[in-house]
């Protein structure tokens, strides 16, 4: 009897194992829309599926499955097979009851239903059909008509209850009941959702686990599509989002079906958002008319972005706002809760009601696809001005004020000096429309460094703000998209706020007297700064101050110090700008800056226009400048930057630039170049609808400029192609052409010569990047100006052995033959050159609030003079100097590295501690051939500065 006995338990144990995994391809809340799926996916799989009604905690629900399968290992050559015919969002289930079911879908329609008829209230009367109501996306392709009628309401099955949205419950539509306020449920056609408001929402706890009974009894916001690709699809996988707001605040909740074993969490810094992993996002136009808006992203994991927005996509991080997010697993995915209060927010005054526009996205990183309610991919023209509106009452933020006082103390290693601050950033918020910040004292300590570049040209490199008050309500003084740091025409910003605190004006130097002219460089003090923003009616304006200290130096004569003084300088701006969003966008701004100093004042003045069409197909953004300085006569200048959005995935654009010689903005803004004029144009399309490809961007740029004085500057031709595959790789080729044409800025003012057409090549690969470990290898060829070529290998490996720890490792080497550089006069000479730009990173998060980080950035150059050549005659190609022969001393060497380890805990929303160890090194130029080495461990014997800091400051306010 042992031995049957123990045949029979094995063979139920067996069995009961190869009923629990099936192979889910889709879900849906109505049997005949399963049923029809089936349908499709059988003529797909050419194999038997089933259709298996199932109760979960969530609700009663269709699943198209395969199985059942003995062992995940069985199970996987199907799940491969369908994500490779193009099905998203299959997985696995494990579920030992559902083979045990009645095929018959009928029995599990009369469990199915009845939320509306006894257990929530009655259904709105204008029906949205949730994301399982779609057949399974097979290629891009919609299968069945999204507006069948919905089956009738049945009674459910006597065992049926319902239950909170608990972390392990399954996503599913509930409709509200007839106390709940107000709901309209609409695709965008003028109609307003009407969200629920509630008279505190203080109970709830924003953990991302969804425990409290308000979040049962509220609608659904939507159908989510799928807009990256922009395929415009159903998203295959469900994304339920639920709102309510309170007079304080806005609450948000957003329950994500997935995979949990295909979830993407990666902890990073704040404002990381371009990372790919899951992560939701919400976007608010705030003053309900298309003008401006904020973003806020909450990555699996609870790491954050935030930043502004811009018509139609000018998207901004610096901002940094106090609000609160969280995210848990679920059994069928994951969860992200968030709560905005209104203080935050800019927007219109008003007493009653008011329109806030809203956007919901979601990201799928395994799939790398993005989803969106209402659906806005980066294909169509408009987006801001697109969002859904939600009609909203008694929102009059109250009257808010903040006060973060900090501590700051540094120890500087080479000097053995300790240096400590006390200071405070003061917010006053009197009105939703009106806002104060101010600082006193403020430290702007080294707690972020910034990147390693060794610029050789004549052409100022720009350094991104990242001091906090600078960033605060920064978008007011945006006048174009070309503010940007990643504008594809040329950046230019009228008020570039790494101007103030920087080095200071050069004073004048007492003859005899010798000084350390490094000490120039460095950072200036800030006295104070002030800065107002607010709103009237369709004017929006802004004002700011700034006011530097006395710079002290100290110079040597005759073996006696020598006090040197200069003075600082008064910073000042102001912007206004009128907008007009009925049938479209239409605005008008002015601005201006002021810098002043004793021996130089500086003005500038910009009338700035912009216009898109109600549909979106043109955009035109416009901008004219003067600028006034002491003792030189004004300069003036502008530009149009025009685009064209025939249909979806095409876009043109035309930009045209003129700048005379004496436009100088540089004393409070950054322009790259003056004394110009161009023109080009971009041309961009986008296709997700090729069945060997997941996406297909093409780009065609070209291009010319001359000086005020005609001659030729600038010239371009490229090409490019970005392939991406359904193995989540991505391929980019890029090829350029620059005709031969006039160098005039070199030489530092010694002239203008002419350089030789160049080739240029480039080429990218992508591995998949929401794996733990990926890879970008990067490779280019480009002619050097003269004679020569210069090749460059590059790349970067992310390795991500758990979800708290990521390191990485970025290099690139370039090697030259014909690097042409300027020594001097008239001088120039050709070098052979290897150069080699590593960078490591460390990241170890503790928890989303606690971030060790460690970072190495090395640049080295290695160069050998090879041919010597002189500025002969102005605009002819430069004459190879017979005379002079390439001299050993004329060889050069580079190598600059900065290290820093930084210590970040958020104690609370904008509080902070910082303890951060920096060390920057500059290696003496050397004419002796060391190898990189060599190089890099005699650098750290060079130390420019080593300090340690330690930052404490903390938020208190309303």
């Known amino acids: 009897m042992f031995r049957p006995g123990l045949v029979a338990l094995l063979l139920l144990i067996s069995n009961a194992s190869f009923a629990d995994l099936w192979v889910n391809l889709a879900s849906f ?84 239903k009845s939320m509306a008829s006894g257990t929530r209230g009655a259904v709105s009367t204008r029906r949205v059909p949730t994301a399982r109501e779609v057949a399974v996306p097979s290629r891009g392709e919609e299968s069945i008509n999204n507006n069948d009628v919905a089956p009738e309401q049945v009674k459910p099955p006597s065992n049926y209850k319902l239950h909170k949205l608990r972390r392990d419950a399954r996503l599913q539509r509930t409709p509200r009941g007839p106390n709940e306020g107000p709901v309209s449920l609409r695709v965008k056609d003028g109609t307003e959702i009407t969200p629920l408001r509630l008279e505190t929402g203080e ?55 997935q995979d949990p074993s295909t979830l993407v969490e990666r902890l990073s810094s704040r404002d990381q958002g371009q990372l790919n992993r899951d992560y939701f996002t919400l976007h608010l136009d705030t003053s309900g008319e298309g003008r401006y808006g904020f973003f806020f992203q909450l990555n699996l994991g609870d790491s954050i972005s935030d930043g502004t927005i811009l018509p139609e996509r000018q998207f901004s991080g610096d901002w940094d706002g106090a609000w609160y997010g969280a995210t848990s697993r679920s059994d069928d995915g994951w969860i992200a809760e968030l709560h905005i209060p209104w203080s935050l927010l800019t927007m219109p005054k008003n007493n009653n009601e008011r329109i806030i526009g809203i956007y919901a996205g979601r990201k799928v990183a395994y799939l790398n696809e993005s989803y969106s309610w209402p659906g806005l991919p980066y294909t169509k023209p408009r987006f801001l001005s697109a969002f859904q509106p939600l009609l909203m009452e008694g929102v009059d933020p109250r009257q808010e004020y903040s006060f973060y006082p900090y501590v700051a103390s540094t120890y500087d290693n080479l000097d053995g000096s300790n240096d400590h601050k006390i200071g405070a950033d003061i917010f006053w918020r009197p009105s939703s429309n009106f806002q104060v910040t101010a600082t006193a004292t403020p430290d702007f300590g080294n707690v972020e460094s910034d990147a390693v570049i060794v610029n050789l040209t004549a052409f100022e490199s720009f350094y991104p703000e990242k001091r906090l008050f600078f960033q605060e309500g920064q978008e007011i003084f945006t ?30 130097i007492p003859e005899g007297v010798e000084v350390d002219y490094a000490g120039f460089n460095q950072p200036t003090e800030l006295l104070g700064a002030i800065k107002m923003i607010g709103q009237g009616g369709r004017v929006r304006y802004g004002v700011m101050g700034a006011m530097e200290s006395d710079s002290d130096f100290v110079g040597l004569r005759d073996s006696e110090y020598v006090p040197i003084g200069q003075q600082g300088r008064d910073f000042g701006a102001f912007r206004a700008i009128y907008e007009n969003s009925r049938s479209g966008y239409r605005a008008l701004g002015y601005m201006t800056t002021a810098v002043l100093h004793r021996s130089q004042d500086a003005h500038v003045h910009a009338v700035d ?3 898109l069409t109600k549909n979106g197909t043109w955009n035109v953004d416009v901008q004219a400048i003067t600028s006034d300085v002491a003792d030189t006569s004004p300069g003036y200048g502008g530009f149009a930057d025009i685009r064209y959005y025939p249909r979806q995935g095409i876009s043109h654009s035309l930009s045209l630039d003129y700048f005379d010689r004496r436009l100088d903005i540089n004393d409070a803004g950054y322009l790259r170049r003056n004394d110009t004029k161009s023109i080009g144009y971009y041309m961009r399309s986008r296709r ?95 002619q050097e100006d003269i004679e020569g070529n210069r090749y460059r290998l590059g790349g970067s490996v992310v390795w991500r052995p758990t979800d708290r720890i990521t390191m990485s490792l970025d290099g690139r080497y370039t090697t030259q033959d014909g690097w042409l550089l300027h020594r001097g006069g008239t001088s120039f000479a050709t ?59 004329s060889n050069f060497s580079i190598s600059r590295v900065n290290v820093q380890l930084r210590y970040r805990w958020e104690i609370a929303p904008l509080s902070d501690l910082f303890v951060v160890y920096t060390q920057n090194a500059s290696l003496p130029s050397s004419t002796d051939r060391l190898g990189f080495a060599s190089m890099f461990s005699e650098t750290f014997d060079n130390p420019l500065a080593e300090q340690l800091v330690v930052k404490l400051r903390y938020r208190f306010g309303s």
């Not at 991302?208 to 990256?228: A, I, K, M, Y």
């Not at 069945?691 to 000086?707: D, H, P, V």
């Not at 690969?765 to 480009?782: E, G, L, N, P, V």
């Open 203 to 257: 109970s709830v706890k924003i953990d991302g686990r969804l425990e409290e009974n308000v979040w049962d009894n509220l609608p659904d916001l939507g159908t989510f599509v799928v807009t990256s690709p922009d395929t415009m699809v159903p998203a295959p996988l469900a994304t339920i989002v639920r709102i309510f707001y309170t007079d304080r605040g806005l609450y948000v909740a957003a329950l994500m079906e």
């Open 831 to 889: 070098f052979d050159a290897n150069q080699w730009s590593p960078s490591l990173g460390v990241d170890y998060f503790v928890s989303a609030k606690q971030h060790l980080r460690l970072a190495v950035q090395w640049v080295a150059i290695r160069a050998k003079e090879n041919l010597r050549y002189e500025l002969l005659i102005p605009g002819a190609p430069l004459t190879v100097d017979e005379d002079s022969s390439a001299s050993a001393g």
């Open 609 to 611: 226009a912009h216009y």
């Open 479 to 508: 006048t174009s998209p070309r503010s940007n740091s990643y504008s594809s025409y040329g950046q230019l910003k009228l008020l570039h706020t790494r101007r103030i605190g920087g080095p200071p004006i050069r004073p004048t």
């Open 688 to 782: 997700s609808d090729l069945a060997w490809l997941k996406e297909s961007s093409t780009r065609f740029s070209l291009g010319s400029g001359w000086n005020i004085s005609g001659e030729n500057t600038s010239s371009r031709l490229r090409v490019g192609q970005q392939l991406s595959f359904h193995n989540l790789t991505s391929l980019m080729i890029d090829a350029e052409f620059y005709p031969s044409r006039i160098e005039d800025r070199n030489s530092f003012g010694n002239g203008s010569y002419r350089i030789s057409d160049r080739l240029g090549f480039d080429l990218d690969y992508f591995s998949d990047t929401s794996k733990r470990f990926f890879y970008m290898i990067r490779a280019d060829w480009q």
């Open 29 to 112: 809340s109505t049997s005949a829309r399963a049923e029809k799926a089936r349908a499709e996916a059988i003529e797909a799989f050419k194999i038997d599926l089933s259709v298996k009604g199932t109760q979960t905690q969530g609700g009663y629900f269709y699943r198209v499955v395969a199985g059942p399968y003995r062992s995940r290992d069985d199970a996987a050559g199907l799940l491969e097979r369908a994500r490779t015919l193009g099905f998203k969002g299959v997985w696995v289930v494990e579920d030992s009851a559902m083979a045990r079911r009645n095929d018959d879908v009928n029995a599990g329609l009369n469990a199915k």
